[in-house]
């Protein structure tokens, strides 16, 4: 069978990239074609083009980029209507997917999403699209299969990425290699502090401010994947923080707690069972707080007190982001055993509901198995 998928960012090649290899797996025959990046290019298939052409965040970005965007969208449209797949693919990147996932309903080929859009935080009334246009809808967080439920909409939980990256990781590292580190023998405290220059900027130097107060401990900067070394050195200049790049995992395994700016490192960190304390700076701390109070539909910005329900690790941001804040609870962490271990058990619920490794696998199957079915009808 044609398959046509579409990722947005480096997350969503990543993740489009093993359910290829998964679909390969199931249909011996699968054809790929694709608007992605070098991880789905390295599955096989016809790229349209790189997402880089495409990945812009934020209002203004969008703004000045906007005709590009819509060739963009002119291009994928007229390659999907020559490719005639009998299945479109959408893996997050809700405001271009969406706008696709209207054409291809129009065309009446399927359309199934991997990778839920986060409406459970805001843009609720994007669920009148889901139900117009989406015919299959993938999730990767345990709680959103019920929040659908709720809004009349089926969808299937076929686990998380990051539980299989993880057990990639640790299944492909059996024995745990020495950490290139300064040869002090401290304990490590990881230092992870988001994927965007303004991310750095705004987390980096409040992180390290806080480390630095408990000098027994030696603090590790993961280095984020296109941030050039030189970027970070007038934040590490002066101090004896060190930076790794493309390490984050091994980081983690060698760490006794760690400062994560919030998203998908949350989750990670936890899945390596290293307490934490999730910082993320923002402008405007006082309206960013009465935005998220009175306007988004969730208690929490990281993923590991969404998934458990409850706080299971301290978030500081919009008005608690205070360099006080994340020193003390960084202090329980490294000095109270007791505290420690509540995260511990709380890491452990939060394992626990996420499930098995073999999300991919899972989406791949159900795939080509409704694929199939679709056939036979």
């Not at 965007?196 to 130097?205: A, K, T």
Request: net charge positive.
């Amino acid at each position: 069978m044609k398959y046509y998928l579409i990722a947005g960012e480096a997350s969503g090649d990543l993740h489009a990239s093993n359910l290829m290899k998964a679909i390969k797996a199931e249909d011996s025959a699968a054809q790929f074609r694709f608007l992605g990046g070098d991880l789905m290019a390295a599955e096989g298939g016809q790229p349209l083009r790189h997402y880089r052409e495409m990945a812009f965040m934020g209002v203004i970005p969008v703004l000045l980029h906007f005709p590009e965007i819509l060739r963009s969208m002119a291009a994928c449209r007229k390659d999907i209507a020559d490719f005639s797949p009998d299945v479109v693919i959408l893996i997050d990147y809700p405001g271009f997917n969406l706008r696709m996932a209207r054409y291809v309903h129009r065309l009446h080929i399927p359309v199934c999403y991997y990778i839920s859009p986060k409406i459970w935080a805001w843009k609720q009334y994007r669920i009148r699209s889901f139900r117009k246009y989406v015919d299959r809808m993938y999730c990767i967080l345990p709680f959103e299969k019920n929040f659908f439920q709720k809004l009349r909409y089926d969808a299937e939980y076929v686990g998380n990425p990051c539980v299989d990256a993880v057990a990639h990781f640790r299944a492909e590292t059996k024995v745990v290699p020495d950490f290139p580190l300064a040869s002090n023998n401290k304990p490590v405290i990881a230092l992870l502090a988001g994927s965007r220059r303004q991310e750095i900027r705004d987390n980096l130097p409040v992180m390290i401010k806080a480390a630095a107060m408990y000098p027994q401990f030696h603090p590790v900067v993961a280095g984020a994947p296109g941030i050039a070394p030189e970027f970070y050195r007038s934040y590490l200049a002066d101090s004896n923080v060190e930076i790794v790049y493309n390490q984050t995992y091994a980081l983690l395994e060698h760490s006794v707690a760690a400062l994560v700016t919030s998203g998908t490192a949350t989750l990670e960190t936890a899945l390596f069972r290293v307490p934490q304390v999730v910082c993320y700076q923002t402008p405007m701390r006082t309206l960013i707080g009465f935005v998220f109070r009175h306007f988004f539909h969730i208690r929490f910005i990281s993923l590991v007190n969404l998934i458990a329900g409850r706080k299971v690790v301290e978030e500081f941001f919009a008005e608690s982001f205070r360099l006080s804040n994340i020193i003390a609870e960084l202090g329980l962490i490294l000095n109270d055993a007791a505290h420690r271990n509540r995260i511990l058990a709380g890491y452990d619920e939060v394992i626990g509901l996420l499930g098995a490794p073999g999300a991919s696998q899972r989406a791949a199957r159900s795939i080509v198995a409704w694929l199939r079915d679709k056939v036979r009808e």
